[in-house]
């Protein structure tokens, strides 16, 4: 199944590859607000059309298979997908029912798990209908908002009930030796994530850019000229998508590459998209987040000297396109530049 960039490349040329793990937002809402967040979620966002439908998720859902057959797959994250718990268990009873196969995992931060009897209860339910990966996120940035105790008991019970070959913990180091970051004062905060993130960098793009891109080396503006991102964006096989229909590349959350909605399914999208005729692929492709920079230069973005990495600077002009109103139709939404 060949894609409308794809068809005019030469039997050679490297093609587009197919979306084939998809992540179906269910919320943008979270109980956490983790400084390492590529959007801005938190509990008091006000975000009403984040809200993915049950209509959309399942399409959703339906259209990954269409386009990858058995090769395709689907993660549901957020925010955090347990705040619409009962949507969880709407989509695993259709996917239960009708044999549509392909979840790979549900992505959680364990806020909710705040008793024995509501872990279990949830964690059956979902392990009865199919589910066959938990992912529990945690780190020094998680764990500032969700307790320790939600966390261990999170991974003892998801361990009892799915078994530990079911059970993704990211990072398990952590989660063995945690720190209580909850009661770090600022300068703690500060002095904590730059050692989390000399053992693992993050993209500095959404809350990150603003929390935590300060805390790491800084590179000249100009030596970001010539780095693009064609190889990434054409190998990237996995795309996001938000309740708002918003199909994001990869982790590129913000860029929007399509739309979903009661004419285009996700398979739609695929067939006919073409990242040179898209306004900000088409230069990130090119020239990159600097070639972005250069040209918003032109309608008064004023680069700063340095930047902590090329996602830094993309999200830094990107931000700033968007709070000037330019390309609204391609970038988006509101939450995912802090607004
Ligand atoms: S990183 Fe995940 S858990 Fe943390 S605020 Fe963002 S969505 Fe919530
Ligand atoms: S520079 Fe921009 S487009 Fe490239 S990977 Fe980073 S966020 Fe995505």
Not at 85 to 111: V, W
Not at 192 to 220: C, D, N, W, Y
Not at 240 to 261: A, R, Y
Not at 264 to 291: A, C, M, R
Request: glycine share 8%; hydrophobic share 35%; with cysteine.
């Amino acid at each position: 199944m060949e894609n409308a960039y794809n068809r005019r490349q030469r039997r050679n040329d490297p093609k587009l590859k197919l979306w084939s793990s998809v992540g179906i937002m269910l919320t943008y809402r979270c109980p956490a607000a983790c400084a390492c967040c590529y959007v801005f979620s938190a509990p008091d966002i006000n975000c009403p059309g984040g809200e993915m439908t049950p209509e959309m998720a399942w399409d959703c859902w339906k259209a990954t298979r269409e386009l990858n057959g058995q090769n395709g797959s689907v993660h549901l994250t957020g925010g955090e997908p347990f705040l619409r718990f009962e949507l969880l268990r709407d989509l695993l009873q259709k996917a239960h029912d009708s044999g549509i196969g392909g979840l790979e995992k549900i992505e959680t931060n364990a806020a909710w798990c705040v008793n024995d009897q509501i872990t279990t209860e949830r964690i059956s339910e979902l392990a009865n209908l199919g589910l066959t990966k938990l992912q529990i996120s945690t780190d020094i940035y998680h764990q500032q908002f969700v307790p320790t105790e939600n966390l261990q008991r999170a991974i003892r019970i998801a361990t009892e009930i799915l078994g530990p070959e079911c059970l993704q913990v990211r990072w398990r180091d952590f989660a063995n030796d945690p720190v209580h970051s909850e009661l770090f004062s600022e300068s703690e905060l500060d002095e904590a994530f730059t050692l989390a993130l000399a053992k693992i960098p993050e993209r500095m793009v959404g809350r990150a850019a603003v929390r935590l891109s300060h805390l790491v080396k800084q590179q000249p503006y100009a030596s970001f000229q010539g780095i693009n991102c064609r190889q990434s964006h054409m190998a990237a096989k996995g795309v996001h998508i938000d309740g708002f229909g918003n199909v994001f590349s990869s982790t590129c959350i913000g860029i929007i590459t399509g739309k979903v909605d009661n004419d285009n399914s996700l398979k739609d999208i695929w067939l006919n998209y073409d990242f040179t005729q898209h306004p900000i692929w088409s230069v990130l492709t090119e020239g990159g987040p600097w070639l972005l920079a250069e040209n918003a230069r032109e309608q008064g973005f004023v680069p700063a000297e340095n930047y902590a990495g090329k996602c830094h600077l993309c999200y830094s002009v990107r931000k700033w396109l968007f709070s000037n109103g330019l390309f609204p139709d391609y970038l988006g939404p509101a939450v995912c530049y802090g607004q």
